[in-house]
């Protein structure tokens, strides 16, 4: 099974600071993976697939990069409705893995 | 506009069962794979199931292989999840998911939830 080690498992940041959270794979995925935003006591919502494909009404100060096994999203400016939890997802395949996940904590 | 609803989900006593089920609406249903999810309490996201669009494929991860069964009725454009030998670790927030594409891969759209609990 392709594990997926995401880090920092928490980030404390300000309003308007650049964010980078960083996803590793245990083996190549080419660029099958996605990001999920999920707020407490909601479902994730997709934000990029495919690597750095931004899903549609996601806005632009969001964006994923990387290929093999390694992966970034990087929130350029964060905002107020950006304090969440992100999720990594390798989906090279059916059996699909999640990182473990990071909280954006307000500074 | 894409919808997906589950429910099935309750209390249930070590050792016991329940089905879940995922109506959707608003995409062809047959066309996609659909998958379930879950989340324990306070922990992460777990991928639980997948299924093909037409059926002919099932995958499961390796903690619930031979006790829970994914199927789906494209007729009824319905999901479903038959968990059995439920054990207290699948205490969990299930979510049903579809992928953004017509086979594996990301996924577009969730589900609300619906909450398992497993307990004596």
């Known amino acids: 099974d392709i594990q997926m080690t995401q880090s920092p498992s928490t980030l404390s940041a300000s309003v308007g600071d650049r964010v980078t959270i960083t996803c590793r794979a245990s083996q190549s995925i080419s660029g099958w993976l996605a990001w999920y935003q999920q707020k407490p006591g909601k479902a994730p919502k997709l934000l990029i697939y495919k690597a750095s494909s931004l899903d549609s009404g996601v806005p632009s100060r969001f964006s994923g990069s990387g290929s093999g096994t390694e992966f970034t999203l990087t929130i350029s400016s964060l905002q107020p409705d950006d304090f969440a939890t992100y999720y990594c997802h390798q989906c090279d395949n059916y059996s699909g893995t999640f990182g473990q996940g990071t909280k954006v904590e307000i500074k | 506009e894409v919808q997906l609803l589950e429910s099935g989900g309750g209390l249930v006593q070590p050792g016991g069962s329940l089905r879940l089920s995922c109506v959707a609406s608003?995409?062809?249903?047959?066309?996609?794979?659909l998958s379930w999810v879950r989340q324990a309490p306070g922990k992460g996201l777990q991928w639980v199931s997948a299924i093909t669009g037409g059926g002919g494929g099932t995958f499961y991860a390796d903690s619930v292989k031979g006790r829970f069964t994914i199927s789906r009725d494209n007729s009824r454009n319905t999901l479903f999840l038959q968990m059995n030998s439920l054990r207290v670790d699948d205490t969990a927030i299930y979510y049903c998911?579809?992928?953004?594409?017509?086979?594996?891969?990301?996924?577009?759209?969730w589900g609300q939830g619906t909450l398992v609990t497993v307990s004596s």
């Open positions: 608003g995409f062809t249903f047959s066309t996609y794979a």
């Open positions: 998911a579809k992928s953004g594409l017509a086979v594996a891969g990301h996924f577009d759209y």
